[in-house]
């Protein structure tokens, strides 16, 4: 595979819920090694956009592209969704999501959790995965809390356990949905400190975050979503910085 082959590409990508138009013909690149931040008010498409990356969502028109190929889709329109159930989990278990709301089994312990579907659905080695799982939660700072259950954590402790659980799937791309928006300031910042470093070692991410800051430190390209259409990108020292339409400079000093 060429090196410029971007991880994630999508075409004019259109999404309906029934007569409410939530994307209009967006495109987004998601270079390897390079981390895209989606930015924008509530109901802008950011999250909506972020789900038709890794197929949680169908659309009704647009190219959906993993690593240069193309999803295969049968239907038109609202009827549309992808004509094969294989390569759409070979994308998914390539693409790692963490939510807002964390979705940890309350059920499993802390190292359970991280291994449960590298285990389930890659069928890997278990011994090597607890290797890994465990590795992966010292990284993130609760390697202490491998035996813990999820309600026994802050929810600052449970976004870096859901990002361990992400990272065990070795996934060519995280996603992550407002990744720190449950937390309070104090806990967002451990998890922040944690999407930093994950950027410094050059893995690819897209974000979509409400915290603009963020979006600033660690993005090499921003987004600027606006009624579900690409209003402005560039880098963030040209969407932070240098805002050329009034919809961004609105939406900027509204989050000030």
Not at 58 to 74: L, P, T
Not at 156 to 183: N, V, Y
Request: hydrophobic share 40%.
């Amino acid at each position: 595979m060429p090196p410029e082959t971007p991880v994630i590409e999508i075409r004019n990508l259109h999404k309906s819920y029934g007569s409410l138009e939530v994307l209009k013909g967006v495109d987004l690149t998601a270079p390897r090694g390079h981390v895209v931040s989606l930015i924008g008010s509530s109901g802008s498409g950011k999250s909506t956009l972020l789900r038709c990356c890794n197929l949680l969502e169908d659309s009704q028109q647009g190219d959906v592209i993993f690593e240069g190929e193309a999803v295969h889709w049968k239907g038109n329109g609202p009827s549309r969704h992808p004509a094969d159930r294989a390569q759409v989990t070979r994308i998914r278990t390539n693409l790692s999501m963490v939510f807002q709301q964390f979705n940890l089994w309350s059920h499993l312990t802390i190292l359970q959790n991280v291994m449960e579907a590298p285990v389930t659905v890659l069928r890997q080695n278990p011994a090597e995965v607890e290797a890994r799982a465990r590795s992966l939660l010292a990284k993130v700072g609760i390697g202490d809390k491998a035996d813990a259950w999820p309600a026994m954590l802050s929810g600052g402790q449970q976004q870096r356990a859901a990002i361990a659980r992400a990272l065990c799937m070795e996934p060519r791309a995280l996603l992550f949905d407002e990744p720190t928006s449950a937390l309070d300031p104090e806990l967002e910042q451990e998890v922040v400190k944690v999407i930093k470093a994950l950027a410094d070692e050059g893995r690819t991410m897209i974000l979509v975050t409400h915290d603009m800051r963020l979006a600033g430190d660690v993005s090499d390209h921003v987004i600027f979503l606006h009624k579900g259409k690409v209003e402005e990108e560039g880098t963030p020292e040209m969407i932070f910085g240098h805002p050329r339409t009034d919809r961004l400079r609105g939406f900027l000093s509204a989050t000030a």
